[in-house]
């Protein structure tokens, strides 16, 4: 018996990093999972690795836009229909770009907000009547450590992650007496896309003495990919608890997984 066996979970972001990583630790506890991205190339290699570990009967790959309310509703229309419910909602998708606030275009602010924040609600909002359902279920928004501590050029990201802590206080007292525990992860440090993609959004004339906070106190070579960062499956460890019976008494809340960078 393992710990999520029939759990129907939908999982954004499922292409790459800490989404990925999630989906792959999901299957391989049990569940059931529609992975949903906007890149179907991620969304094949995500699969391909599920056949490599003999989870991929379990995993339905979903493409979505999470910023466009169509392509919402019509995606988790289709996750209910192939899982038959819903018993979990991880929402992972997000976007970074990294500017000097002054300088940052109205379009690129609301493109931040629009994809993090609006897609989380709008992937929440579409799901909810088959979460609630359910006697028990599971919400898990993305936050940010950028949400609480300060990260340069990244006002508009952080904003967005603000948000989502925000929404999530919001929902769990909303829906907690219906059995719906809303959770969010605040990763910080983690080896992935974004992680990777930042340097290059970063403006040139950065000030990269503003960095100097964001490094975690844990070793991190031993179990990643790069110096300095936290594998995605340190993340995904945390959400398999918090979306089984072992996170049964956690709602409105953050759990921060950053190797101790704000410790
Ligand atoms: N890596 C970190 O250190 C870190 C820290 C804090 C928060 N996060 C959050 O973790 C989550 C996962 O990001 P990651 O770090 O694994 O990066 P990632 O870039 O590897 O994964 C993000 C995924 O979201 C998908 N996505 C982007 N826009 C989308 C859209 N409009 N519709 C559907 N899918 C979309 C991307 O295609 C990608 O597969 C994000 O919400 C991110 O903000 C990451």
Same mark, same amino acid.
């Given at each position: 018996?393992?710990?999520?066996?029939?759990?129907?979970?939908?999982?954004?972001?499922?292409? /790459?990093?800490?989404?990925?990583? !999630?989906?792959?630790?999901?299957?391989d506890?049990?569940?059931?999972?529609?992975?949903?991205?906007? /890149?179907?190339?991620?969304?094949?290699?995500?699969?391909?690795?599920?056949?490599?570990?003999?989870?991929?009967?379990?995993?339905?790959?979903?493409? %979505?836009?999470?910023?466009?309310?169509?392509?919402?509703? #019509?995606?988790?229309? /289709? #996750?209910?229909?192939?899982?038959?419910?819903?018993?979990?909602?991880?929402?992972?998708?997000?976007?970074?770009?990294?500017?000097?606030t002054?300088?940052t275009?109205?379009?690129?602010?609301?493109?931040?907000?629009?994809?993090?924040?609006?897609?989380?609600?709008?992937?929440?909002?579409?799901?909810?009547?088959?979460?609630?359902?359910?006697?028990?279920?599971?919400?898990?928004? *993305?936050?940010?450590?950028?949400?609480? *501590?300060?990260?340069?050029?990244?006002?508009?990201? #952080?904003?967005? =992650?603000?948000?989502?802590?925000? *929404? !999530?206080?919001?929902?769990?007292?909303?829906?907690?007496? =219906?059995?719906?525990?809303?959770?969010?992860?605040? &990763?910080?440090?983690? =080896?992935?896309? %974004?992680?990777?993609?930042?340097?290059?959004?970063?403006?040139?004339?950065?000030?990269?003495?503003? *960095?100097? =906070?964001?490094? &975690?106190?844990?070793?991190?070579?031993?179990?990643?990919?790069?110096?300095?960062?936290?594998?995605?499956?340190?993340?995904?460890?945390?959400?398999?608890?918090?979306?089984?019976?072992?996170?049964?008494?956690?709602?409105?809340?953050?759990?921060? %997984?950053?190797?101790?960078?704000?410790?």
């Amino acid at each position: 018996m393992n710990r999520l066996d029939d759990q129907r979970i939908l999982v954004t972001g499922a292409a /790459s990093g800490i989404g990925q990583a !999630t989906v792959l630790r999901l299957l391989d506890e049990g569940a059931r999972v529609v992975g949903a991205d906007v /890149s179907a190339d991620g969304l094949a290699a995500t699969a391909a690795q599920a056949a490599e570990r003999g989870t991929a009967d379990r995993l339905t790959s979903l493409p %979505i836009d999470i910023g466009d309310e169509q392509s919402v509703v #019509a995606g988790v229309r /289709s #996750a209910v229909d192939t899982l038959g419910g819903l018993d979990a909602v991880v929402n992972a998708a997000g976007i970074l770009r990294a500017t000097h606030t002054e300088q940052t275009p109205l379009d690129l602010w609301d493109r931040i907000l629009r994809v993090n924040l609006t897609g989380t609600f709008l992937v929440v909002r579409e799901a909810l009547p088959a979460l609630l359902a359910n006697p028990r279920s599971t919400v898990v928004n *993305f936050s940010s450590t950028s949400a609480a *501590f300060a990260h340069p050029y990244m006002a508009a990201y #952080a904003a967005s =992650k603000g948000g989502i802590q925000s *929404f !999530t206080h919001a929902i769990a007292l909303e829906f907690g007496g =219906k059995g719906l525990r809303a959770v969010c992860v605040a &990763p910080g440090s983690i =080896k992935s896309g %974004i992680t990777d993609a930042t340097p290059g959004y970063v403006p040139a004339d950065a000030d990269w003495a503003l *960095f100097a =906070k964001l490094s &975690p106190v844990l070793p991190t070579d031993l179990e990643s990919g790069g110096a300095g960062m936290g594998d995605p499956s340190a993340v995904a460890g945390v959400i398999a608890m918090l979306v089984s019976s072992d996170g049964a008494f956690i709602t409105g809340t953050e759990i921060r %997984i950053d190797g101790g960078t704000h410790a």
